[in-house]
């Protein structure tokens, strides 16, 4: 069976090479096992591997899996699936829809080219670090601690930082913090855009996502609040790092806007 292939980089900084987030995209013809979809992900070794199939005019099925499990949201391979659909024709009308385990997700394409991401609010409530976790990211004492929803069947902890130079400089222990079993995005007002974050996720088989979409689904409405306002810039600062704009939907919705580069276009032999 042949399937065609692309890497796309979703959420590049600017014009900056080597940035954003790669993802695969896979077109299916029919359904496979879910042991193969892992294997091709594991075989691609990204973050995540993205497979879309056909289910009528602008509307595909849509399933993300890391290397080591499927989960229930990603935004950069979103981002990147609809982005290679637009680029190579398949997309007749102003929107590409997906069926997935987080619902319909649209994407639609301004003028400029970029993309816009309709996505779920993932929520958040106030909670304590911890203790494992705060010692495997060494970042001190952090301003405030949350719990996050659990969308990809892990806790999840969101650590407010003071300021960009924090975020940037932590350097966890990786090991530690896959013994904790908890997934940790960290954020701080920005230098030069509203806010900044970065994304542990060991327990999930990758140490530092690059540029997060699902995680900008709670950093956002925070970032709202905060702030005050409801159109924000962000970016994400580890060491592949990546940009967007993010604004309040209807309905607790959060809009995603950026773009995905093409990298490379194939064809994987299954």
């Not at 639609?108 to 010692?135: H, I, K, N, T, W």
């Not at 962000?234 to 967007?244: D, N, S, V």
């Amino acid at each position: 069976m042949e399937l065609a292939y692309a890497e796309l980089h979703a959420f590049p900084d600017g014009d900056r090479p080597h940035s954003g987030n790669p993802a695969g995209v896979l077109a299916l013809h029919c359904d496979l096992p879910d042991a193969d979809l892992l294997g091709l992900a594991r075989s691609n070794n990204l973050s995540e591997t993205a497979y879309l199939k056909d289910l009528g005019p602008d509307l595909w099925s849509l399933r993300w899996f890391t290397p080591e499990l499927e989960v229930d949201l990603c935004g950069h391979a979103t981002l990147a699936s609809a982005a290679w659909l637009f680029d190579t024709g398949r997309v007749s009308g102003e929107c590409a829809r997906f069926d997935t385990r987080s619902g319909r997700l649209e994407v639609s394409r301004l003028q400029d080219g970029r993309l816009v991401m309709d996505f779920p609010a993932v929520s958040f409530e106030r909670s304590v670090p911890v203790c494992a976790v705060a010692q495997a990211l060494g970042a001190g004492a952090p301003e405030a601690v949350f719990d996050v929803e659990r969308i990809h069947g892990y806790r999840y902890q969101m650590f407010v930082l003071k300021d960009e130079n924090v975020v940037a400089s932590l350097t966890p222990d990786f090991s530690a913090l896959a013994r904790t079993g908890v997934n940790v995005v960290v954020t701080a007002p920005g230098q030069t855009s509203d806010f900044v974050s970065r994304f542990f996720c060991p327990a999930a088989g990758i140490n530092e996502d690059p540029v997060t979409g699902s995680a900008h689904c709670t950093l956002a409405p925070y970032w709202f609040d905060r702030l005050g306002r409801t159109e924000l810039t962000a970016r994400q600062i580890g060491p592949r790092p990546g940009a967007l704009e993010i604004r309040a939907g209807l309905r607790r919705r959060v809009l995603l806007v950026g773009r995905a580069a093409r990298y490379l276009d194939g064809v994987i032999r299954l």
